[in-house]
């Protein structure tokens, strides 16, 4: 397909023109997270012709993602399949020019360095498609160590934020420096969330990370886009003063997050525990052998799934990159306790 005419339409726009749809397609691209921002996010990247475009995603796609999670479909959900995966084998039709790189992966300390490897040359900008504070922190630890750019975004109800983290400007731990308690905020398992939220704010993160793509970082302003589609109300947060002089990471250069092995999270909503004994990938064969001995054992393509006896009710998910879900409580120490007993760890 002649790329000429593929990208004619974007092409016309002033700041990216055939000279910025060459660095486009040169670019190298990672998304963390692919759920409801990390589809749309995906979707328009791809369709904007970037080089490589790498999807670290740990789910699996569930009934409930269908309303707004625009790359899946019933048969990604009967099929029990990962999010990367299926994001992949949809973009790949989408755009067969564009190396898609799918990971299903929980991204965490031990392996973010990794994820953002391609080939020994690091990522031209990160977006966030995650939906959680966790991984937004050692997103924002990791790119400010390494000087990359990245992209914020999130949206829960019908209220929605998005802003560009440049190297030697604010960063996330400026305008918001500690964390949030899981439970403190509210998410989209609590508070819902509108499609429309996730379509605007991830719009809003991909034309910042093309700005990046083709070289014009610095016509970004420094600003924080918040909205709220039940008012109808935008609103650009100036950001110029808001560097810190003592922020934590990008002044004081104290990585926490990123120097903070990643325990357990009690995953919002779902009455589950996701633990991670191991930190390295582990042996699926030997794990469904000792499973299969303490309850009804099936093996998906992409993780194996256990209905354990004891206790009742409760079932363990295994993923090759070293995780479980602990299905049955929400307590991190009853989750912990049931996999030291299964896997010895
Ligand atoms: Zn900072």
Known sequence: MDPNLRYHRQTLIPWIGPAGQQRVAASRVLVIGCGALGCVIADQLVRAGVGTLRIADRDIVETTNLQ????FDESDVAG????????ARRLGQVNSQVVIDPHVVDI?????????????????????????????????????????PWVYGAAVATEGRAMAVLPGRAC???????APQPGQLATCDTAGVLA???AIAASYQVTLALKILVGRAADISPQLLTFDLATGRFHQLDLVDAKSSDCPCCARRDFVFLNTPGGEVSLCGRNAVQVRPAPTPIDMDAIAAKLSVVGTLRRRAYFLQCDLVEPPGWSLTVFPDGRIIVQGTSDTSRARSIVARYFGA
């Open 68 to 71: 707004r999670q625009t790359l």
């Open 80 to 87: 029990q399949l990962p999010k990367a995966i299926a994001a």
């Open 108 to 148: 965490h300390s031990g392996n973010i360095e990794r994820l953002a490897d391609f080939s020994g040359q690091k990522p031209d900008v990160i977006l966030d498609g995650t939906d959680n504070a966790e991984t937004r922190y050692l997103i924002n630890d990791f790119a400010v160590r390494d000087g990359i």
């Open 172 to 178: 996330l731990r400026c305008l918001f420096r500690d």
């Open 196 to 198: 429309p939220t996730i």
